[in-house]
């Protein structure tokens, strides 16, 4: 249970909450209170308990270079190992300026990067200028930390503009937040790491950019049974985002990459001795 | 003594069982009942169709054979819920009253986004005590386009051309991948019309009743349209 309430974090000043204040008490509850802690246990293998099967599973990627930030995930959700969709949009669009990922438990990250969004509209209402990526991660990041060990899965992102430049931030459900030039997030992130740091150069062009985050997806995808679906592409520059690709198969990219390697496949390229 | 193959690990430390390590371990309480069934909903330009079993099972029980599992929430809007009928219960009733006080305060009734948001904060609010609910909300849109979000039991939400959930889940939505979307087909036929949808719906429930011991009776399906509201019941299986 959180004894403070975290949309008193991030104001200018300090700042006595009143009652007539109706924004800060929306809809949204501020608190789910953690009960029944034996709902919360590990998850079983194969399947299990469905209610424990909340969606997990992913890649997903950021980094910065010298035009901003390029985002890029994957758009697989599943369910044990029951598929639920292959069209999840894993980045968040939380306002013009500012994107969240998503990886863990998608359920958490939808909500979570919705009451964000929330906090920066009216801080911005209130405060005259907009949420400051910084500012706007460390929001985040308190909240998970009164929520530390209730159970909640997420491993997120953070990436925008302000008035400093270009900034990315991951923070995840344990408290942590740090600022960074990489962060690959999910089961597959060790894969797309391989590709990221083995060609990432700050100095990269966008086009460069977009195609290493594709790769980068693309090995996750083919080599994790969890990642797949499509590739989803952001570019983060200085005056908001813009959406690069909206979805480009992996299995498209597949034969196109075989392709540029000169694989034709007609059946025995790699030479492969009969057992 | 009879042990369920899959309650083996409660009776004893290891799965192959020999005298010496017998535990009997108490059952503990479970607030949570699968009343299990199968949902669907397909949206397409002009109209949402929205399908249910109606049978409502307990373990190996058989409760009744005419529970709906779908409830109109708004003239243009649908939800379809698998899992537990309790849960079901308690979150349409919820829907209802929030939606009823919707129109009243802006003289309007709540579009399909704005309900689908609605259900997924109301999830979310339970999220250490969650809804054993597995939703479909499938609706019209601004434009009259059917739209289907689908959604796992904390809330988690996205929008689809079609949607499954239940027992019968695995089974259905792998017919409908390959007959709506044409997956790894090099002749794409996409059904057109909204009989040959209707069609593919029945063939679907008609495959998960002969597989699905939880899915039979009867099902029941729903049609909406920016005119109204069409009811269909075929009988299924009811073994």
């Known amino acids: 249970m959180i004894d403070f309430d975290p949309s008193t974090f991030g104001l200018a000043h300090t700042y006595q909450k009143e009652d007539k204040d109706e924004i800060n008490t929306l809809q949204m509850p501020s608190a789910p209170q953690v009960i029944y802690r034996t709902l919360n246990g590990p998850t079983q293998t194969n399947g299990g308990n ?18 901003g930030i390029l985002l890029a995930v994957d758009s697989r959700a599943s369910m044990g190992s029951f598929l639920s969709s292959e069209q999840v ?8 300026y500012l994107l969240g990922t998503m990886a863990g438990g998608a359920a958490d990250c939808q909500y979570w990067l919705a009451y964000l969004a929330n906090h920066c509209r009216t801080y911005e209402l209130k405060n005259g200028s907009k949420l400051s990526v910084a500012a706007a991660s460390k929001f985040l990041q308190g909240i998970l930390i009164g929520y530390k060990n209730s159970g909640l899965s997420m491993g997120c992102m953070i990436a925008g503009s302000d008035l400093s430049g270009q900034h990315l931030y991951y923070i995840d459900n344990d408290g942590m937040r740090l600022k960074g030039d990489i962060f690959s997030v999910g089961s597959g992130s060790t894969y797309a ?12 062009s966008l086009n460069e950019a977009v195609e290493l985050g594709i790769r980068a997806i693309y090995h996750a995808t083919h080599r994790d049974t969890a990642s797949g679906g499509v590739v989803r592409v952001y570019h983060i520059h200085q005056n908001g985002w813009t959406k690069v690709h909206d979805g480009i198969d992996v299995v498209d990219l597949h ?21 | 003594m009879y042990i369920p193959v899959n309650e083996i690990h409660k009776h004893f430390k290891t799965e192959t069982p020999n005298m010496s390590n017998i535990t009997h371990k108490q059952d503990q309480w479970s607030p949570y009942h699968d009343n299990s069934g199968t949902v669907l ?6 109209a949402v169709i929205v399908a249910g079993d109606t049978r409502l099972s307990n373990g190996y029980n058989i409760l009744t054979r005419d529970a709906t599992k779908l409830s109109q929430l708004t003239d243009k809007c649908i939800l379809a819920t698998a899992g537990q009928y309790a849960d079901f219960i308690a979150l349409r009733k919820f829907l209802q009253q929030r939606l009823q006080l919707y129109e009243f305060q802006n003289e309007v009734q709540a579009s399909t986004q ?8 109301e999830l979310y609010s339970r999220r250490f005590f969650p809804y054993y609910t597995f939703n479909l909300l499938a609706g019209l849109d601004e434009n009259n386009h059917g739209v289907v979000y689908g959604y796992d039991a904390i809330g988690s939400y996205d929008q689809m051309t079609y949607g499954v959930q239940g027992s019968g889940q695995e089974l259905v939505v792998a017919v409908l991948d390959n007959q709506l979307k044409g997956y790894n087909k090099i002749n794409k036929t996409i059904p057109q019309t909204q009989q ?3 069609d593919i719906i029945l063939d679907c429930f008609s495959c998960a009743a002969e597989r699905d011991i939880h899915t039979g009776d009867n099902v029941e399906i729903l049609i909406i349209t920016p005119t109204g509201t069409q009811r269909i019941i075929k009988p299924l299986r009811k073994d």
């Open chain 1, 50 to 67: 469905k209610l424990n099967n909340f969606k997990h599973g992913t890649t997903t990627l950021g980094f910065v270079f010298k035009e």
């Open chain 1, 255 to 275: 034969y196109q990459f075989a392709q540029q390697k000169g694989l034709v496949g007609d059946g025995d390229e790699a030479k492969q001795r009969l057992f």
């Open chain 1, 89 to 96: 949009r894993k980045v968040i669009e939380i306002n013009e």
């Open chain 2, 114 to 121: 704005t309900v689908a948001h609605l259900l997924s904060r």
């Open chain 2, 41 to 46: 909903a397909i949206g397409i330009p002009g």
């Open chain 2, 196 to 198: 040959e949808i209707l």
């Open chain 1, 193 to 204: 790491y391989g590709v990221l740091d083995n060609h990432y150069r700050y100095e990269m």
